[in-house]
T-cell receptor, first 110, second 116 residues
Framework: GQSLEQPSEVTAVEGAIVQINCTYQ??????LSWYQQHDGGAPTFLSY????GLEETGRFSSFLSRSDSYGYLLLQELQMKDSASYFC???????????FGSGTRLLVRP | DGGITQSPKYLFRKEGQNVTLSCEQN?????MYWYRQDPGQGLRLIYY???????QKGDIAEGYSVSREKKESFPLTVTSAQKNPTAFYLC???????????????FGPGTRLTVL
């Protein structure tokens, strides 16, 4: 089976850089995804790592290391609107289901 | 504009009643999903469908039922057998089951169900 662990909450200052970690135990998966969800809203796709290494999309970057069973989402130049919950997710290789972590609530302070 | 719609946005149910949540997509996606989210929690998969007239149970299917008669539609029924149905329900779709692609999931706005 799959399980993903994330910190429950992270606080950072506007303009700073923050890293949200995701560690996982899995028997096999296709890639690591990240989704953002504002309170009361729907999750929206942010980033995907199929291979080890860093993927950059504007202010957001995501990293995957399969050998370390670890990934992270890096948010730069934080803005107040980045306050949201962030979920990592893996697609199970055998069932093709997308398995989500419990999410990290990011609070950006002025 | 292409996207996923869910209705209603808010739904109130009396104990013992069945209710059906609507999910429609015009993205021409083959795969559709239903998730449940409880306050402060992640998303848990209820049911998913790879293609019309086919669907599979997710991790928490008990007390729920679905149908996939049309590619565009994947309604979820919350039955009276679901003992704790109060939650936020999210429908999603993707091009396929993403065996090798990024296969982004696109989510609808959600339905907030409350049992009175």
């Amino acid at each position: 089976g799959q399980s993903l662990e994330q910190p429950s909450e992270v606080t950072a200052v506007e303009g700073a850089i923050v890293q949200i970690n995701c560690t996982y135990q899995t028997s096999g998966f296709y890639g690591l995804s990240w989704y953002q969800q504002h309170d009361g809203g729907a999750p929206t796709f942010l980033s995907y790592n199929a291979l080890d290494g860093l993927e950059e999309t504007g202010r957001f970057s995501s990293f995957l290391s399969r050998s370390d069973s670890y990934g992270y989402l890096l948010l730069q130049e934080l803005q107040m609107k980045d306050s949201a919950s962030y979920f990592c997710a893996v697609r199970d290789r055998s069932s093709y289901k997308l398995i989500f972590g419990s999410g990290t609530r990011l609070l950006v302070r002025p | 504009d292409g996207g996923i719609t869910q209705s209603p946005k808010y739904l109130f149910r009396k104990e013992g009643q069945n209710v059906t949540l609507s999910c429609e997509q015009n993205l021409n996606h083959d795969a559709m999903y239903w998730y449940r989210q409880d306050p402060g929690q992640g998303l848990r998969l209820i049911y998913y469908s790879q293609i019309v007239n086919d669907f599979q149970k997710g991790d928490i299917a008990e007390g729920y039922s679905v149908s996939r008669e049309k590619k565009e539609s994947f309604p979820l029924t919350v039955t009276s057998a679901q003992k704790n149905p109060t939650a936020f329900y999210l429908c999603a779709s993707s091009i396929g089951l993403g065996r090798t692609s990024t296969d982004t999931q696109y989510f609808g706005p959600g339905t907030r169900l409350t049992v009175l």
